[in-house]
Every structure is written in structure tokens, then in C-alpha cells.
């Protein structure tokens, strides 16, 4: 079963056609790499697919045609994602930055009793995920005093506050060291297999995606050039021309 379906999906910009006439499907429960060189539409494919950017195409997730909807309530439906640069508040600590990514509804802010046992499921949230992502012994430390790749797992760690079904990652390993990088392996399988998490994933380490990754999609030129498994794109010659040719060598 999919998730995601993306449809004949196109991104103009002025002149620029950043997405081209892309169909892709993530399965559910799977780890789906998109890849391809700089400038080629992944990122604008995650902003397509949460209506940042207009787009034609239908985009469906979880059988719900979302193509239309707007931003929150497609994230309300159970997308998140965590971006390319840490966008965490500096000054807040692991703790409060994590809380940050609870969402309670209005109807719950007017009602004192809930608002009480909110804040309880909040807190118990926010410590069972600090302590998936072997970040429990740094919630009271302010984000900015944090190592970069400490910054964005607890940018992840916000993203997964909310359970959502789907979480996109924009490049997590770029900025993070050889070790940091074998530590977010390991966080994005437990994600996945202990969370049941479906994870689609922009990323330019080629160890890591490959290691990974259940499929790989991958784009050039805003086209999709290539799908399959790992092994099927290692071999695919048009990619190595395109793409893994620079990265690899
Ligand atoms: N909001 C935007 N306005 C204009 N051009 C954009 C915008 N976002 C991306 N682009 C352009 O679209 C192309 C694809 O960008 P992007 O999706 O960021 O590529 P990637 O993430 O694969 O590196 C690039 O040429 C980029 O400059
Ligand atoms: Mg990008």
C-alpha cells in the first residue's frame, strides 16, 4: 500500500520548469531515498507536496487527495518534515524546543482539566523521544549550546512530537561528522521500525542512503531519471553519469 502518490507532478518558476511530470509513490512503512545532483527539484518537491509552491499534479496521501490543502492541514493529516538548515528556537532549551512540536488545539487551551493532562501526554512525549534519540542527558541544555548534529536530531525530535505518519528529511547528514552521521543511521531505523514511521529522505551521502534506503528515486533536471533499490541504482548507468559518477569518485 502508498502513503504517498505523486501524480504528473509540475513546478514552474518564471521559466524554470523545477519539476517535471515527476509520478513517484512511497510505500507504506518503507525508508524512500530521493537523490540527485544540487538544483535538481528534490527540495521543491517537498514544498510541492506541503503547498508551499504551486504545482499542478495530484498529490494523495493516505488515500486522502491533498493536492489542494494547505500547509497545516496537510501537516495536521500526519506530514512533517525537518529542513536542510536547523531552524530550532537558540534559546530555548532540548526540553522546550521538543514541546514546541506538541500541538494542542484550541479547543483544549479554553478547557483547564484537559489543558492539565495535555501537558502531562506532552512531557511524557517529549522524554520518550529525547530517550529514542539518545538525547535525554541534554533536554535542559539550550539549543544553541549544542553540537550541530545534536541540533538537528533535536530538530527531528520536534518533528516526531506530533506522531506524524510520514516525516520528510531534507538533507540530515549534510554539516554532520563521519560519527554523527553513523548516530542519525541509527536514529532514522529506529524511527522507522520502532515508530512504524515512513521516512522520505533528501540526502547526498551515498553511504548512508544506500545503507538505508528501501528505494531511491532519483531526479536530474527536475525529471526522474531512475528508481529502485539500491543495488539497481549503484548499477544504473544513467545515474552514474548524472550523478553518482562526481559524488562517488
Ligand atoms: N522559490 C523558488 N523560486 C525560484 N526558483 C526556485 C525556488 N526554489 C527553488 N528554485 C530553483 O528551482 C531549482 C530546483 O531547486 P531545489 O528544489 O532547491 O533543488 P535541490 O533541492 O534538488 O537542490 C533550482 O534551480 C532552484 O534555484
Ligand atoms: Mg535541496
Known sequence: ?????????????GGLHAVSDLNMRVAKGEIHSLIGPNGAGKTTVFNAIMNIVKKSGRVVFSGIDITNKKTHEIAALGIRRSFQNVHLFKYMTVLENLLVG???????????????????????KAFDVADLLEIKNRLGVPALLLPYGVQKVVEIGRALMSDPKLLMMDEPAAGLTESETEWLHSIIKRINSELGITLLLIEHDMKLVMGISDTITVMDFGKKIAEGTPQQIKEDERVIKAYLGEVIS
Open 102 to 124: 506538541y500541538h494542542t488545539s484550541y479547543e483544549i487551551a479554553l478547557n483547564v482539566k484537559k489543558l492539565l493532562y495535555e501537558e502531562r501526554r506532552a512531557y511524557r
Open 1 to 13: 500500500m502508498n502513503i504517498l502518490e505523486i501524480q504528473k507532478m509540475n513546478v514552474w518558476f
